[in-house]
C-alpha cells in the first residue's frame, strides 16, 4: 500500500458504516488522519468504531443525511470532537429497485432521489462554510458509472447519480481559488452490501460491461478517494474520476 499523507486531517464520510464508505475510513485512519463516520445504522456505527478505533481517532454520528437537523447536529458534534473538518466524502446511498422508467414506483424515485442526490447537496451546503473559515478542504462525492452511461431499469439511480456530477462541477467552480476542491468518483459496481437491493440479472448485466471481468474492490476505491482528499491533489477540481476496469468510453 502506497502512504498518502493525511496526517492531522479531520474527516467526515457519510455512509461510513459499511462498504465503500468503511474502506474510506479505514485508508483515511492508515495515512493518519481521524474519521467521523455519520449513518443511520447504530448498530453497525458501533461495529465500525470498534474494529477501526485500533487504527487511530473515530467518531460516531447516528444520523439521517436527508435531514437538515440531523446534518447540523453531526458537523457541530464532529468539529468539536475532532476540533475541525477538512475532509468530507459524500458516500452514503441506495440503489433503489430495478424496473423500467415507466413502470418505475414513484415513491422510491422520489426516496433515492432524496437519498442520493439532495442529501449530498445539504450535507455540501452545511460543510462548505466551515471548510471557507479554514480556507482549505476536500470535498470527494461519490457518483458512478451509471451517472454517465445510464443504467437500463435503473433510472432514479442513474439520475440521481447524474446530479452528483453536476451538483460536483457547480460547486468545484465556485469554491475554485478557496482552497476547497470538489472532485466525484466513479466507480464501476463494487461488491458490497448495496447488491442485496439489486436483482441478479442486473448485477450480471453490470458485470458484463466491465472489461476487465471483474467488480471494483471498495479498497481500490479508497485508495483513489485517499488521494483526491490529500494536499498532493492541489489542481483538480469539478472533475470526475472513473475507476471502471475499463468500461468508461469518455
Not at 474492490?217 to 488521494?227: N, P
Amino acid at each position: 500500500m502506497n502512504q498518502i499523507d493525511l496526517q492531522g486531517r479531520k474527516a467526515v464520510i457519510t455512509g461510513g458504516a459499511r462498504g465503500i464508505g468503511y474502506a474510506i475510513a479505514k485508508r483515511f485512519l492508515q495515512s493518519e488522519a481521524q474519521v467521523a463516520l455519520w449513518d443511520m445504522d447504530g448498530e453497525r456505527l458501533a461495529q465500525a468504531a470498534s474494529e477501526l478505533s485500533v487504527l487511530g481517532v473515530v467518531h460516531t454520528e447516528k444520523m439521517d443525511v436527508t435531514r437538515e437537523a440531523d446534518i447540523a447536529s453531526a458537523l457541530a458534534n464532529t468539529i468539536g470532537a475532532l476540533g475541525g473538518l477538512d475532509i468530507v466524502v459524500n458516500n452514503a446511498g441506495i440503489t433503489g429497485p430495478n424496473a423500467m422508467t415507466w413502470e418505475y414506483p414513484v415513491a422510491d424515485f422520489r426516496n433515492v432521489i432524496e437519498i442520493d442526490l439532495i442529501a449530498v447537496f445539504l450535507v455540501c451546503r452545511a460543510v462548505v462554510p466551515e471548510l471557507l473559515k479554514n480556507g482549505y478542504g476536500r470535498i470527494v462525492n461519490i457518483a458512478s458509472m451509471a451517472a454517465k452511461d445510464g443504467n437500463a431499469n435503473a433510472a432514479a439511480y442513474s439520475a440521481a447519480k447524474a446530479g452528483v456530477v453536476g451538483l460536483t462541477k457547480s460547486l468545484g467552480k465556485e469554491l475554485a481559488g478557496k482552497g476547497i476542491l470538489v472532485n466525484a468518483v466513479a466507480p464501476a459496481a463494487a461488491k458490497t452490501e448495496i447488491f442485496d437491493q439489486m436483482s441478479q440479472s442486473h448485477i450480471d448485466w453490470m458485470l458484463s460491461r466491465i472489461p476487465m471481468g471483474r467488480f471494483v474492490e471498495v479498497d481500490e476505491i479508497a485508495a483513489l478517494v485517499t488521494w483526491l482528499s490529500s494536499e498532493d491533489c492541489s489542481f483538480s477540481t469539478g472533475a470526475v474520476y472513473d475507476i471502471s476496469g475499463g468500461r468508461a468510453t469518455y
